[in-house]
């Protein structure tokens, strides 16, 4: 990779907790290659911008999916205690709920699917 697609591809690692929460990854990557201008002392051709742009996206596009993804309950079960997102059929509603590692800590017969908290921005 030449210097000014590290360089977004460095930035754009630098938002990826912001990325996730808001889902915002092509956008927050258009911004990375357009600040490697002339003023900041990089010349991109549009070519490398798109080359840039798909690379980065490869890079993230696993890690957000993965992460992002509902998972049918009780099939698959969260393997840390902690807080995650919940869906309830019967109320047709999603919502943080705690696995304590055996079970929900309520509504654990209504909840049909969950997945992971997204992460806080890092200031």
């Known amino acids: 990779m030449n210097e000014p697609v590290q360089k977004a591809v460095m930035e754009a690692r630098n ?3 912001y990325l996730i929460e808001k889902e915002e990854i092509s956008g927050k990557i258009a911004l990375v290659l357009n ?6 002392g990089y010349s991109i051709s549009c070519k490398a911008r798109e080359h840039a742009k798909d690379e980065i ?34 109320c047709k509603k999603a919502h943080k709920e705690t696995w304590n ?23």
């Open 15 to 17: 938002y990826y907790a």
């Open 35 to 40: 600040g490697l201008s002339h003023e900041n």
């Open 57 to 90: 996206m490869n890079l993230f596009t696993g890690m957000v999916s993965e992460k992002a993804r509902w998972r049918k309950y009780p099939e698959e079960k969260p393997t840390d205690y902690g807080t995650y997102w919940v869906y309830r059929k019967g």
């Open 101 to 123: 590692n055996t079970g929900w800590a309520y509504n654990n017969n209504d909840i049909t699917h969950w997945r992971h908290l997204p992460e806080n921005p890092k200031d």
